[in-house]
């Protein structure tokens, strides 16, 4: 019974839009001027707290605009530095307010860039005279990895298909399909090639979790469906639309242009990486509750797991219309 409540409890504070990500950008608008943006997450009634230290060849030459918009705060002003800020260090504080690594991120005028992850153990960044491709490698990886396991709808969504398919060959063939899929939408999107606004996506993506949530009912009830004979198919339908999820998270925070394949790929390597993390940490806990529940607890505590998903969904999928 405390594991029935356990899950039950767990999926009703899933909240719609995950954790959204935090950055802080700093673009060269000129010769030693700089535009500062920092985009935090703020929990209710707390004020933002991650600021950008004083950089010692720079002073705050404009009277910083703040913006909130959910739970996002955005902060801007500008920097009028004696030098570039190449060779410099760059120093956050603040960065126990947010759940997850911030990313930093810097834009010159020749049309380089540098990206980087700060968190509180790491707070400091050397700004380099030109990006490594292995500093590309690891911010990327880690933001596709944090982005797949704090994206909840997503995982909703492999889940409900771990429920649906049971034999392994079809499961591989049906999460392939989905991976297929959102990294062909994800590319096409980042690259400029097709589009889709935000609002309508996100709005779907809640969509196809109420979809699958019934197709798992329905499976119970003895009926048939085109999801329950070929999950494949539906998965890489699905999957299309997720994939511009993906490309609107990862738009958010930018792309280097002189690496954006490299970026690109690396990004999508570690959502990868991510959703066989949550398959496996599924499986075993479902193979340890098998352990220790009878077949008809098992059964009891999936249905109420899935109506609650279905119902969480709706919900999204309504709040996200009339956002529109």
Known sequence: MRIFLFFTFFIVLLQADGVKPAYVEIVEKGEHRYGVL?????EAKKKPSVELKNIKVCTVKSEATTQVLNTSHIKRYDLECTQTLKGQTIELEGLESQK???????EFLDNSSQSALLNVANSTYMVEEAASRIQIVQTYAWLGITHILMGYDHLLFVFLLLLIVKNMPRLLWTISAFTLAHSLTMAGATLGLV??????????IALSI???????????????SLTLQSPWIVAFIFGLLHGFGFAGALAEVGVPEEAITLALLFFNIGVELGQLIFVFAVVLVALLLQRFLAVKQMNLMTMVMVYAIGGLASFWMIERVLAF
């Open 38 to 42: 920092i985009k935090t997450v703020v």
């Open 210 to 224: 109420v979809f699958l949530a019934l197709e798992v009912v329905n499976e119970k009830k003895g009926k048939s």
């Open 195 to 204: 589009s889709m606004p935000q609002g309508p996506v996100e709005a779907i």
């Open 100 to 106: 997850t690594d911030l990313l930093l991120r810097l």
